[in-house]
């Protein structure tokens, strides 16, 4: 019975301290317009891309491949923070234009594919991006460019690498 009650006090505990950690994890980072670099990458780390904007730049933290996830954060030319977001949505997204938005563009609003590939019958490059489709669908978003680098076409589908059940075949990419 004492081994018993050991058992459980140990699971207990060991449960209290995931979920204490989860919290730190799961936390949002607060982060304010105003804020220099510095400050932004002491909070977030390095960012995984540096991407020139105009009269400003973006840092880009990306999660992907699996998570699903690109946070930008934008300065102006003094190196202040002007806005910090998830940009893996379906709003974003939809800011590209078909025939008009470019490659500069398209890494400006969602940041870096985690996969890029190429159609040669159709003469098309491809960005893949992972994301959750309106936070709940695993999907995948594939942007074509054609070879000046223009938007043609965007499509959007399951992410069959979390079908659990492979009823699809497809265990991964």
Partial sequence: MKNIKNAISRTSLLL???????????????LSPGQTEAEVVAKLGWPT???????????????????QAIDMARFNSDGRLISYEQVLT????ATLK????????????????SKTSYLPRQKLEVWTYPYKESGVWNS?????FDDDGIVRKMENGQDLRFDRDNKFGFGGW
């Fill in 90 to 93: 379906t709003a974003k997204f």
């Fill in 16 to 30: 209290s301290l995931l979920l204490i950690g989860a919290c730190a994890v799961l936390a949002p980072v607060q």
């Fill in 140 to 144: 995948l978003m594939h942007i074509h």
């Fill in 49 to 67: 891309a540096r991407i020139p904007d105009g009269n400003g730049y973006l840092l880009e933290y990306s999660r992907n491949p699996w998570g």
């Fill in 98 to 113: 078909l025939g008009v938005s470019n490659k500069t563009e398209v890494l400006r609003t969602v940041g870096h594919p």
